[in-house]
């Protein structure tokens, strides 16, 4: 079993500050997606990364897939209340069927006023 | 966009009712779902990976006769909690996806409390 693990579990900050949320593998995920989760609610995708080393961009948010394939990160800049959730990362393994999406343990972020 | 919809969004029933939870592709032809579990404050667990037409495939640990699922259209798969107790207690989350490369696309989650 591929393991993803999300670092830090929790977050609160308040608004207006950066932060960076990581996401680490021993293993090759062929992509990786970036998901937001809210209370009561369905995983929603932010982006999905495929190349290693490649970067995107989601007005304040920063998507980063290493260039290994084995980890990812987020970065948040000025972070806002509407950001509050659970950030996930997700993918599927890169050997055996890609039908399957592994998540990460998860990062729960409060930004507070 | 892809729209999937998931029906009921909670249900609260007594132990030992089955209960039986609804995942709708309302704009797209879904050829696999996905059922999900996901525990307070963690992450989403897969259950069963359910391709039209064809018996579900189910994770590790997974109860099949006690999580049936079927699909039978294009359109829709259920999940059928048998016999449900207080620790079946949860929140599951279906996902459609239209084809193999295709991006899943998730319901709102249906909330489950076995009393």
């Known amino acids: 079993t591929q393991l993803l693990e999300q670092s830090p579990q929790f977050l609160s900050i308040q608004e207006g500050e950066n932060l960076t949320v990581y996401c680490n593998s021993s293993?090759?995920?062929?992509?990786l997606q970036w998901y937001r989760q809210e209370p009561g609610e369905g995983p929603v995708l932010l982006v999905t990364?495929?190349?290693?080393?490649e970067v995107k961009k989601l007005k304040r948010l920063t998507f980063q897939f290493g260039d290994a394939r084995k980890d990812s990160s987020l970065h948040i800049t000025a972070a806002q209340p509407g950001d509050t959730g659970l950030y996930l990362c997700a993918g599927p393994p890169n050997t055996g069927t890609a039908s399957k999406l592994t998540f990460g343990t998860g990062t729960r972020l409060q930004v507070t006023l | 966009g892809a729209v999937v919809s998931q029906h009921p969004s909670r249900v609260i029933c007594k132990s030992g009712t089955s209960v039986k939870i609804e995942c709708r592709s309302l704009d797209f032809q879904a050829t696999t779902m996905f059922w999900y579990r996901q525990f307070p404050k963690q992450s989403l667990m897969l259950m069963a990976t359910?391709?039209?037409?064809?018996?579900?495939?189910?994770e590790q640990g997974v109860e099949k006769d006690k999580f049936l699922i079927n699909h039978a259209s294009l359109t829709l798969s259920t999940l059928t909690v048998t016999s449900a107790h207080p620790e079946d207690s949860s929140f599951y989350i279906c996902?459609?996806?239209?084809?193999?490369?295709?991006?899943?696309?998730f319901g709102d989650g249906t909330r489950l409390s076995i009393l």
């Open positions: 990364v495929v190349t290693g080393g």
């Open positions: 293993s090759v995920f062929s992509s």
């Open positions: 996902s459609a996806r239209g084809g193999t490369g295709r991006p899943q696309h």
């Open positions: 359910s391709n039209e037409g064809s018996k579900a495939t189910y």
